[in-house]
């Protein structure tokens, strides 16, 4: 029996624990005490508890990274942790999975934990009539097996190494058998800290749990507080004026006004980010793998890079595996912007010129028309016209993406490389946004799902980005770094998660007052 993890695959329970009980670099001095407040963005009015539709960072950090906890959690440096579950193991071929539950834990209205919450709460991601992000990812377990009251058994359809990892996922949140409607109402959880007020779409605040599992090792706030502030020049004027301690997403044009305040600073975290124009290839003229690669070679990538990211990135070759990722190929072959190339696939495309719409807005992500624009301009020495049209932000996710032809996207990326192609490229899954196929990369998403030796996986992983980056009908000109602010009262580890904005969303478990 085996446990893994994504930087060596094997790990043993001993460090598993040795992780948990630090949970932070040695160096750190975190000290208990006083009221953390955050201003956040991606929050709505429909915003709720219920972990299913979860999406962006403002219900990320209140649930996952605050009031709930998951089975295991994606460490700061990138390996795999446990949360409610203290070690795993596997069967040979990584198709049973059997989770040591940890014990002497309870939610925050008395119940205690054990294995009857993590099925009932899993199960609910594949009920009937159920939206949930986390669907692709429960619908492959064939069975969940109450062995005792604090182990379970997950018998998967196939095999999948990287299945403790998807445990992590920010939709996946462990709430109390036969009480989750109520515990979606009002919050409950296991997490650090417990609902005093949720206004959605505004604010939440959350007050340090007595007693908690993690004991003194996390959750170092008495009380936190995140408000809803959608714009980036509002989250900045909040900041500098002293009304929260941390901001997400700092407008780069304001990068210079925030360097020269004392009390305030900017963490940049290279990670898996990356900013996309995704097409419908199901769709004319998208349906045509030459008329993909003549947009391939329309786009200046590097001038993206420099004039919307301001430097705070780096050229993506159209693959959705990141930096951060393990099996990350650095070697992928450019797409160079070449008008020439741009044109040749266009003839092969049996077109001497090409008209097409690209919706964007901001709300994709910060300076996505700006992005489209540039991409109009580097395209018309191609014979290639781009009409932006320029989406209201209100609706922009419900209305525009998975159902405008072309439009700008964002992903914050995945942990492990066969979680970011399930959740976006594999066939028939939710957001898949272009709808592309090909038969050799839906094969080796299989054989890499099972596959247990950590060479050949990268071999696997490698082919895959490549047939991606030459023939997807993803457009991904930008790894997008995440760039946030602080004040100088607030202290935190040297070492910040790059998986999600925010330390991963976690920072009301790992920062302190300084």
């Known amino acids: 029996m085996t446990n893994f993890t994504r930087r ?59 009031v709930f906890d998951s089975l295991t959690e994606v460490a700061a440096d990138g390996s795999l942790k446990g949360e409610l579950a203290e070690s795993w193991e596997a069967s040979a071929d990584a198709r049973v999975w059997t989770f040591n539950l940890r014990k002497g834990v ?14 009932e709460s899993l199960k609910m991601h594949v009920a009937e009539g159920a939206k949930s992000a986390a669907k692709p990812i429960v619908s492959n377990i064939e069975e969940m097996k109450k062995v005792t009251d604090h182990q379970v058994q997950f018998t998967l359809k196939g095999g ?42 505004v604010r939440f605040v959350g007050k340090r749990v007595d007693d908690h599992y993690k004991g003194d090792q996390a959750g170092f706030f008495d009380e936190i507080e995140y408000i ?15 009304q929260v301690h941390a901001i997400n997403r700092i407008d780069f044009k304001t990068e210079a006004l925030l360097k020269a305040n004392p009390m305030v600073e900017i963490q940049e975290v290279t990670g898996n980010q990356h900013y996309t124009f995704p097409m419908l290839t199901n769709v004319e003229p998208f349906n045509d793998v030459n008329v993909r690669k003549a947009l391939k ?32 190929d650095e070697d992928l072959p450019p797409i160079e912007y070449d008008p020439d190339k741009s044109k040749y696939y266009l003839k092969q495309a049996g077109l001497s010129s ?6 964007a807005s901001d709300a994709a992500f910060t300076g996505a028309v700006d992005a489209a624009l540039l991409y109009q301009s580097s395209a018309k020495a191609c014979g290639i016209d781009i009409n932006v049209v320029q989406e209201p932000a209100d609706g922009y996710w419900s209305n525009v993406w998975l159902k405008k032809p072309w439009c700008a996207c964002y992903w ?103």
Do not use: C
């Not at 309870?106 to 099925?119: C, Q």
């Not at 809803?228 to 002293?242: F, K, P, Q, S, Y």
């Open 354 to 359: 090409l008209s097409v719409d690209l919706s």
């Open 106 to 119: 309870k939610f925050h209205n008395g119940k205690d934990f054990g294995a009857d919450d993590v099925i």
């Open 8 to 66: 060596g695959l094997m790990q043993t329970s001993a460090a598993l624990g040795l992780l948990a009980a630090t949970g932070m670099p040695a160096l750190a001095a975190p000290k208990r005490g006083g009221r953390f407040v955050a201003g956040l963005s991606g929050a709505n009015t429909s915003d709720s508890w219920d972990g299913r539709t979860h999406s962006d960072l403002f219900m990320i950090a209140s649930a996952q990274g605050a």
């Open 297 to 328: 070679h329309a786009v200046n990538r590097q001038e993206m890079v420099d004039k919307v990211l301001l430097g705070h990135g780096r050229v993506s070759y159209d693959n959705p595996i990141g930096p951060a990722n393990q099996f990350f």
């Open 412 to 514: 914050s990326g995945r942990a492990t490389e066969d979680w970011m192609f399930s959740t976006a490229y594999e066939d028939g899954v939710p957001w898949n946004d272009t709808h592309w196929h090909n038969d050799r990369f839906q094969e080796l998403l299989k054989m890499g799902r099972v596959e247990l030796d950590q060479n050949r996986r990268r071999e696997i992983y490698v082919e895959m980005q490549r047939i991606i980056s030459a023939e997807g009908g993803t457009i991904i000109p930008m790894y997008a770094n995440y760039v946030q602010a602080k004040s100088v009262k607030i202290g935190t580890p040297e070492k910040i998660g790059n998986l999600w904005q925010m330390d991963n969303a976690r920072m009301a478990e790992r920062w302190w007052m300084a």
């Open 160 to 201: 999948n190494a990287d299945f403790p990892y998807l445990m992590s996922d920010y939709h996946i949140l462990i709430y109390p058998a036969g009480q989750i409607e109520e515990a979606i109402a009002k919050g409950i959880g296991t997490g650090l800290y417990r609902v005093v007020s949720f206004d959605p779409g």
């Open 228 to 242: 809803a502030i959608n714009d980036a020049t509002a989250r900045t004027n909040a900041l500098l004026t002293g």
